[in-house]
C-alpha cells in the first residue's frame, strides 16, 4: 500500500469516464478541513465548512470534471444532494460525507451521471493498492500521475492522496487532498495540526499564483491504532502533507522541473514563507529554470520584491540539484561559477537556498518551471 | 513630432551598437523622478534618489545593455562616473545629469564604450523626429518598437519616451521612461503630478509580475511655455504616462494581444486597483486571452483572491475588444454567450470590466496575454 489504504479502517474506489471521474472513500472517525480563501468560494465549500464543524466523517465523495462553482443557490443544493447520493450508497448519514468537486467553473453537477457512478462503484469499496490507486486517478484532471504519500510510524500510519496542480488554478487545477490517520485524534486537535501542516506543505506550492475556488483538504482520523502523542502525529502528518505537496509542485501544468526554494535568516516564519513563495511564483525564475539558465539575479530581485526587510548588502545564496550545491552569492558578493551553476540545472530539481542574514528563521516554498507547454494546456481549455 | 522633441527646449539623441544603446538628452529645468521600491535597487538608482533632491536636471543619460545592478560600491561609484561623462560631453554639471541603465544584473557597466559613445552623439543632438526615434530606440532592449508620447495642450506640451516591457523584468525588462514638459511647474509640484501619474498608469502596468532592480521616471519641466494651471498640467502628463503605459503593455515579451480591465463599484481607487491588477496579473487569464478563450470564470476567480472585499454574488462582468462589449455575469448571474464572447476576443484588445457592486471608486490596470513566446524569450538569457 502507498496512501490511504495503508491506514487502518479506509476502504475507497474510483472511476474515471473521459473527464468525469468520482472517488469514493469510506474511513469513520473525527475529521477536520482545511478550505480555499478565495472570496470567490464554490458552493461545495460552504456547505464542507458547515458540515465539518460536527468534527465526523464517515466517507468521502470527490467529483472530477465540474467544479460546481459560481453555481449559487443551486450549487448549493447540489452539493448536498451529491451527498445524499453517496450516503445512500454507502448507507451512512448525508451530514457525515464531504464532498468535493474539481472540473471547469459555471456549470452545473451531472447528478444523474455522479448518482450512476456512484451506485457502480460503491459496492467495489476496498482496501488494496488498486483501490488507493482508482481513487487518486478519480479525482485527476489535468494532472499527468497520480498522487501518493503514506508516512507509517511503529504504532501508527498518516496516507493521503491529492491532485493538483496546486491551490491554484481555477479551472482543472484546485487542490483536493484527503488524508487519513489511523491514530486516535479528537477533532478540534485534528484541525490545529491539519491548519499547520497545510500552512507549511500546500499553502507554500505556487504553480502559477492562481488561487482555485473549490481547493479543500479533508483529514480523517479512524482512531484503530489507538492514542499517540500529539506531536509525533503532528509531524507524520506534516510529512505526509509535504510529500503530496512536492508531487503536486512537480506535475504543476507543463511542468518538467521540480523548484524548491529554501528562505533562511528571516526575523519569522511568515516572512521567510512569503520571500520563498515569491521566488517560486516568479515567471521570470521560473522560466530561468526552464532554460538551466543560471541567471540568479532574477532570484535575489524576486527576493527584493518580496514586501519583507532585509538587507540585500549581506545576502547569502545557493543552487543545487537537491544533491550537490554551489555558492552564487555571499555576504552581497557574486561568487557564481556560471558553468557549474548551469550544469546543476540539468536535471529534475532545481534547489534555491536564500540566507537573509536577518534573523533565525527559514521556511521552504516549491513551485516548478514556466513552459511553453503550460501556455498551450490553459490558451485553449474551455474550447 | 511625436515625443520629447515636441517640447521646446529638448535636444536628444541616440546609438544603438548590438545589445549596447546610449541616448543623450538634453533639457535644463526643474525636475522630478520616481523609481524602483525593489529592495534590491541598482546603485544608480540611489544615486539618483540622492540627486533628484536637488530639483533640476540638465540632461539625461541613459545606456542599454548592462543594468549596472547587484554591482555594490563600484557600481555607484560607476553610475557617476558615467554621469561626468555626459557632463563633460555636454558642457553641464553632473550633479545635473540624470542618469539611468537597463540591460542584465550582476555586471560593470562599459564605461570606455559608454565614454565613446556619448562623445559621438553628443555633437548630434537635435530636436526632430529622427532624434526623438534615435533616442527612443537606444534605451530599447527586447521591446519590439519604440514608444513615444506626445500630448498637446493650447499653450504647452508633454511628450515622452519610454521602453519596458513594464515595471516588471529584472534583466531587459526594466522600465524606463524620459518625460518632458514646457510648462514651467516647480519641482515640488512636478514631482507629485508625477508620483500621482505614475501610480495611475506605469503601476498599473503588469507584463509578468516581476519587478526590476532600476526602473525610473524622470520628467524635467523646461518652462519655456510659461506657467499653465497645475490641475491642467496634471492631467496631461497623466494622459502621456498612459499612452506610454499602454505600449509598455502591448509590448510585453511575446505579447499578442493588450489586456486592459477596468475594476468599477469599489470603495476606494486603491482596492478597485489592486483588484485589476490581480487580474491581468493572473496567468490563467492571461493565457485564457492569448487562447481567445472566453473563460471568464478566471476572471472572477482572480478577483476573489485579491485580498479585497466584496460581494461575489453581487458583481457585473463584460468583455469587448474596446469598441464593443457584452455582458457576462449580471448581479452575480451568468449571462455570457460564449460565442459572441469569443468572437470579441480574436482582435489586438481584449478589455474585461468588472463592477464589485461595493462602491463609486474604479482604477484600470493593463497588461497582455501570456504566450508560448515569453517562454522561449525568458527561458534562454543569460546564454
Not at 490507486?133 to 501518493?148: F, G, P, Q, V
Not at 489507538?226 to 509531524?235: A, H, T
Request: with cysteine.
Amino acid at each position: 500500500m502507498k496512501s490511504i489504504c495503508g491506514v487502518e479502517g479506509v476502504a475507497a474506489w474510483g472511476v474515471k469516464e473521459g473527464k468525469f471521474g468520482l472517488a469514493l472513500i469510506r474511513a469513520e472517525g473525527e475529521a477536520a478541513g482545511v478550505f480555499t480563501s478565495n472570496l470567490m468560494k464554490a458552493p461545495v465549500i460552504r456547505l464542507m465548512e458547515e458540515r465539518i464543524r460536527r468534527g465526523r466523517l464517515a466517507a468521502v465523495m470527490a467529483n472530477s470534471g465540474c467544479a460546481n462553482a459560481y453555481t449559487g443557490e443551486r450549487g448549493y443544493r447540489d452539493a448536498g444532494e451529491m451527498a445524499a447520493i453517496g450516503a445512500e450508497c454507502l448507507g451512512v448519514s448525508p451530514e457525515e460525507v464531504g464532498v468535493a468537486s474539481t472540473g471547469i467553473i459555471g456549470r452545473y453537477l451531472d447528478l444523474p451521471l455522479i448518482r450512476d457512478q456512484s451506485r457502480r462503484i460503491a459496492p467495489l469499496l476496498a482496501r488494496n493498492e488498486e483501490a488507493e490507486t482508482r481513487a487518486a486517478r478519480a479525482i485527476m484532471t489535468t494532472d499527468l500521475s497520480e498522487k501518493h504519500a503514506l508516512v507509517k510510524r511503529e504504532t501508527f500510519s498518516v496516507g493521503g492522496i491529492t491532485k493538483g496542480s496546486g491551490m491554484i488554478a481555477p479551472n482543472m487545477g484546485t487542490m483536493l487532498a484527503f488524508i487519513y490517520t489511523d491514530a486516535e485524534v479528537p477533532a478540534p486537535q485534528l484541525r490545529d495540526a491539519l491548519r499547520s501542516a497545510a500552512r507549511r506543505t500546500f499553502n507554500r506550492v505556487v504553480v502559477d499564483g492562481d488561487m482555485s475556488t473549490n481547493d479543500i483538504a479533508l483529514c480523517t482520523a479512524t482512531g484503530m491504532a489507538g492514542k499517540v502523542p500529539l506531536p509525533e502525529f503532528s509531524r507524520a502528518l506534516e510529512e505526509c502533507c509535504r510529500h503530496l505537496a512536492v508531487q503536486i509542485a512537480m506535475d504543476g501544468e507543463g511542468a518538467t522541473k521540480l523548484l524548491e526554494v529554501t528562505v533562511r535568516g528571516a526575523t519569522s516564519e511568515e516572512a521567510a514563507a512569503t520571500v520563498a513563495r515569491t521566488i517560486v511564483s516568479s515567471p521570470l525564475v521560473k522560466t530561468a529554470v526552464y532554460g538551466a539558465d543560471p541567471n540568479w539575479g532574477r532570484v535575489i530581485a524576486a527576493a527584493g520584491r518580496a514586501g519583507v526587510e532585509f538587507d540585500p548588502e549581506n545576502v547569502d545564496l545557493w543552487m543545487g540539484d537537491g544533491k550537490e550545491s554551489v555558492p552564487l552569492v555571499k555576504g552581497g558578493e557574486i561568487v557564481v561559477d556560471l558553468a557549474r551553476a548551469k550544469s546543476l540545472m540539468q536535471g529534475k530539481k532545481v534547489v534555491f537556498v536564500l540566507d537573509l542574514g536577518s534573523g533565525k528563521d527559514e521556511a521552504t516554498a516549491w513551485g516548478c518551471d514556466l513552459t511553453e507547454k503550460y501556455v498551450e494546456i490553459n490558451g485553449r481549455y474551455t474550447t
